[in-house]
């Protein structure tokens, strides 16, 4: 059975009483053993929204490079980047919500309303939303969903030559088994997250 695909009503809701703007916030890479957490904030022009948005995880990657176009076209975007220093510092929760802050703060314009992905609001000035599945409900999410992913995703792919042997162009610094066995093979560089246990693990033998 095919899912709901994300709409605006939460965000012509929020319109309703008063709120908006209104930004998506979500974020890519909390997962991987290597690289930033990156999160994105995106408010979407109403009149101009781009056909197909979809949670990123649905979409193939030329799909995403060409919403990631029209929206960079279309949209007030904002990125917040949190490298792997500040994941071993903060943790991943904290460096995620930080993140979140800085995107939202990079807007162009001030938002009255954040529906953020997930069940924990990052710090803000402005009313937090939290959507549990929010990249599946809220079309702004989901846009955020493809920018911080294709952001990320490109970045992880620029590392691939200042760090070869890792595959990061491949696996964007997740858990595979190539990257297990750069790892074993070369150690970890500066981009992998110490405080992970797969690395930790290594840096301990």
């Not at 290597?34 to 995106?42: F, I, L, Q, S």
């Not at 970890?188 to 930790?200: M, V």
Request: one cysteine or more; a neutral charge; hydrophobic letters at 45%.
């Amino acid at each position: 059975m095919a899912r709901d695909l994300p709409d605006f009503s939460l965000e012509d809701e929020a319109a309703r009483l008063g709120l908006a703007p209104v930004c998506g916030v979500d974020e890519a890479g909390r997962g991987p053993w290597a690289g930033p957490v990156v999160a994105a904030a995106v408010i979407l022009d109403p009149g101009a929204i781009p056909e197909g948005i979809d949670d990123s995880k649905a979409l193939d990657e030329d799909r995403r490079e060409m919403l990631f176009a029209r929206l960079g076209a279309s949209a007030d975007i904002g990125i917040g980047i949190a490298p792997a220093e500040r994941i071993d510092s903060d943790n991943i929760l904290a460096a995620t919500l930080w993140a979140m802050g800085v995107a939202v703060r990079g807007l162009r314009e001030k938002p009255a309303l954040a529906l953020v992905d997930g069940n924990r609001p990052p710090p803000l000035s402005i009313e937090v939303r939290t959507v549990i599945g929010g990249d599946h409900r809220s079309l702004s999410i989901a846009a955020a969903s493809i920018v911080a992913k294709v952001t990320r995703d490109r970045m992880m792919v620029s590392f691939d030559s200042l760090h070869p042997g890792y595959g990061f162009a491949r696996h964007k610094g997740y858990g595979t088994a190539l990257h297990a066995s750069a790892l074993d093979r070369l150690g970890p560089c500066p981009l992998h997250r110490r405080s992970f246990a797969p690395i930790a693990r290594r840096l301990a033998r």
